[in-house]
């Protein structure tokens, strides 16, 4: 864990818990080493803070490469943050941008490190739960770590899709038990990965409570992928 995170996690824990007031419950359910990926819904910008703040070890998400480029003081804070908290820097105009992903997160797991991912790909839109896309379980497959379901509620209030700031709102954070890919590997690998995924996707809802869609969730005009 890098001095900037511990120092980081410090400061913003108390404050968020003071804005968001986050219920947090399963932390138990994380294994505190070895590579482990975790599943969660998607509903706003913060997920990808609210994550690592109610979690018990760090966690490193994917983040478009822009935020090491930009300029001024807000590029050095943006840049800080996003090196300091073990974000992959992904270049979502590569036409290998999916797999590249992928690539750096296997990395990642490999180390021995924790893993966040969201399945649908992008933030839901309407607060319902997408069908989740096979990256998740390939990682899982190939990395031979467990997923724990994460399932966010009230995130989407603090900060709605579109919005610039933060608002105050009540935020609950589940972590469910680990899923292990072994019984899946046998199968044959489109089975074995549509069938994990559909189980992680089943547990995060259980999590969440959302309503469940038959499809796959759009991804935004730009092309983010697994979930930027």
């Given at each position: 864990?890098?001095?900037?995170y511990?120092?980081?996690?410090?400061?913003a824990?108390?404050i968020?818990?003071?804005?968001?007031?986050p219920?947090?419950t399963?932390?138990?359910?994380?294994?505190?080493?070895?590579?482990?990926?975790l599943?969660?819904?998607?509903?706003?910008f913060?997920?990808s803070?609210?994550?690592?703040?109610a979690a018990?070890?760090?966690?490193?998400?994917?983040a478009?490469?822009?935020y090491?480029?930009g300029t001024?003081l807000?590029?050095?804070?943006?840049?800080?943050?996003?090196?300091?908290?073990?974000?992959?820097p992904?270049d979502?105009?590569?036409?290998?941008?999916?797999q590249e992903?992928?690539d750096?997160?296997l990395e990642?797991?490999?180390?021995?490190?924790a893993f966040?991912?969201?399945?649908?790909g992008?933030?839901?839109?309407?607060?319902?739960?997408?069908?989740?896309?096979?990256?998740?379980a390939w990682?899982a497959?190939?990395?031979?770590?467990?997923?724990?379901?994460v399932g966010?509620?009230?995130?989407?209030?603090v900060?709605?899709?579109?919005?610039?700031?933060?608002?105050?709102?009540?935020?609950r954070?589940a972590?469910g038990?680990?899923?292990?890919p072994a019984?899946?590997a046998a199968?044959?690998?489109g089975?074995?990965r549509?069938?994990?995924?559909?189980?992680?996707?089943?547990?995060?809802?259980?999590?969440s409570g959302?309503e469940r869609?038959?499809?796959?969730?759009?991804?935004?005009?730009d092309g983010?992928?697994?979930?930027?």
């Open positions: 864990m890098s001095a900037f511990r120092v980081g996690k410090v400061v824990v108390p968020a818990r003071g804005l968001w007031r219920t947090i399963g932390r138990h359910h994380i294994p505190r080493t070895g590579g482990v990926i599943a969660s819904n998607h509903l706003s913060i997920d803070i609210a994550i690592p703040i018990p070890r760090p966690v490193s998400f994917l478009k490469a822009e090491w480029h001024g807000k590029g050095t804070v943006e840049r800080a943050f996003f090196t300091g908290s073990r974000a992959i992904v979502r105009h590569s036409a290998r941008a999916a992903s992928l750096a997160a990642v797991l490999r180390a021995g490190h966040g991912i969201y399945p649908e992008t933030r839901s839109r309407d607060g319902r739960l997408y069908r989740g896309r096979t990256g998740v990682l497959l190939t990395a031979g770590v467990p997923v724990v379901p966010l509620v009230g995130t989407d209030k900060q709605p899709v579109g919005s610039r700031l933060p608002s105050l709102a009540k935020v954070v972590f038990a680990p899923i292990d019984p899946y199968l044959p690998a089975r074995a549509r069938d994990l995924t559909d189980e992680i996707m089943t547990a995060i809802a259980a999590l959302q869609a038959d499809t796959y969730n759009d991804l935004p005009g983010a992928p697994i979930g930027l």
